[in-house]
């Protein structure tokens, strides 16, 4: 018989978002009158532009005309989208041959992780989106939990403390450094200098940084950077992934991107761009024609004007939820709230308490979905998020109940 690739043998829980349907399931189930709102899983409920949606439609309808046909494209993705996201959200930042289209972020990260194998040393903000650490234990550079944390991974803290920038004299050089701003699951957006940080630490300690800027659109501060590459010395240090799912609502069209700098190198001088191509090329076949031309629509005017119409509706409901949890009741149970207005997500400490705990209370009380911190790493115990994804009635409803929630 096969042996078992160990890596899933290591992984000590299943992944957070299907544990946290399972709950909800389970307490739908025992309680099938319960109304329950979600605010936990970061899904898009709103529904798509009708211009993006129409030039897909179109797009489709064209597939079945000769004229109109196309079958396999470039598996970097359509040259003319890879040129706007060039120019619209790097305005000269990075070049279109450093863009690859790909069926969304997790999956790119995931397939990042084939670049640099398994002996490479991983260091993750702490708390931190699952996969960066989930995937590095399937793939094998990162070994068993010891009860702290995965071995091979070393965890950056982030915490009120230090302003949730992390102290990175904690990571080893030749590091593979995942780093999100606007973070998931903490909402905060780290300034220019906190990135110069690090991207000079990079630079001389020859780390990698994987940049997650999925939420780059939800920064409604202009002081603060929308992607890695406005920082001097990026290039030659890092790798940024990204999505169309939040800002376009794609999260079921599912569209994102790379950008893998020619100026970065291996320690034997060879170019990641290059491997990165091998990879798309050989373990990914190019993203749907159809939501291609949906993501050259968002780049429009008109597709621009309508992605920030639906992160605004987001950003008010995060604005609602953050007054509800800043409310009498939760100020009495010493919940401290950290939300900067630049995010869709509301963390939320609770000090003493476990987020497991925490979330139950919330479901139990309430009929909310919440995540519980803690699933997104050790650093995240005592802490909940809240998702500001979801249709304003139903934020409304949920903010009404928290608010009378007794605690
Ligand atoms: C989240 O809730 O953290 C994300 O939306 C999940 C995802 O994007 O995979």
């Given at each position: 018989m096969l042996t078992r690739n160990e890596g899933f043998a290591n992984l000590?829980?299943?992944?957070?978002f299907p544990e946290v349907a399972r709950r909800r399931r389970e307490y739908a189930a025992a309680h099938p009158d319960a109304k329950i709102i979600s605010l936990g899983i970061g899904n898009t409920t709103e529904p798509l532009p009708k211009f993006i949606a129409k030039k897909m439609a179109d797009y489709a309808l064209g597939l079945a005309t000769p004229e109109g046909y196309s079958g396999y494209g470039d598996e970097q993705g359509n040259t003319e989208l890879r040129k706007k996201i060039a120019e619209v959200w790097y305005k000269g930042l990075a070049d279109e041959s450093e863009v690859f289209i790909s069926d969304g972020a997790k999956c790119d990260i995931a397939r990042i992780q084939t670049l640099f194998g398994r002996k490479v040393k991983i260091a993750v903000q702490d708390p931190a989106y699952p996969v960066y650490v989930d995937g590095s234990v399937i793939v094998g550079a990162a070994g068993k939990n010891n009860g702290t944390g995965y071995e091979g991974v070393t965890y950056m803290p982030c915490t009120p403390e230090n302003d949730f920038f992390?102290?990175?004299?904690v990571v080893e050089p030749n590091s593979l450094i995942y780093f999100c701003s606007p973070n998931n699951p903490t909402g905060a957006v780290a300034t220019k200098e906190q990135l110069k940080k690090l991207v000079d630490f990079a630079n001389k300690n020859g780390c990698i940084i994987i940049f997650d800027g999925a939420y780059r659109e939800f920064i409604r501060d202009p002081s603060l950077p929308k992607t890695i590459f406005e920082i001097e010395g990026a290039r030659t240090c890092a790798i940024e992934i990204n999505s169309f799912s939040k800002p376009a609502g794609f999260t079921g069209v599912r569209l994102g991107w790379s950008i893998v700098p020619n100026d970065l190198k291996f320690a034997d001088g060879t170019s990641v761009n290059r491997d990165w191509n091998r990879v798309m090329t050989t373990l990914f076949n190019g993203a749907s024609n159809v939501v291609q031309a949906g993501g050259l629509a968002c780049l429009e005017p008109e597709g621009l004007k309508a992605m920030k119409e639906v992160i605004d509706y987001y950003l008010e409901n995060a604005a609602l939820i953050k007054k509800t949890f800043e409310g009498e009741n939760f100020k009495k149970a010493g919940a401290e709230v950290y939300f900067t207005?630049?995010?869709?997500y509301i963390w939320v400490q609770f000090p003493g308490l476990k987020s497991w705990d925490v979330f139950d209370t919330l479901l139990d009380k309430c009929r909310v979905v919440t995540t519980p911190g803690s699933g997104f790493g050790?650093?995240?115990?005592s802490f909940i998020r809240i998702s500001a994804f979801g249709h304003h009635a139903d934020v409304e409803e949920a903010c009404k109940r928290l608010s009378e929630l007794a605690l």
């Open positions: 000590t829980a299943g992944y957070l992390p102290e990175l004299s207005g630049n995010s869709p050790p650093a995240g115990e």
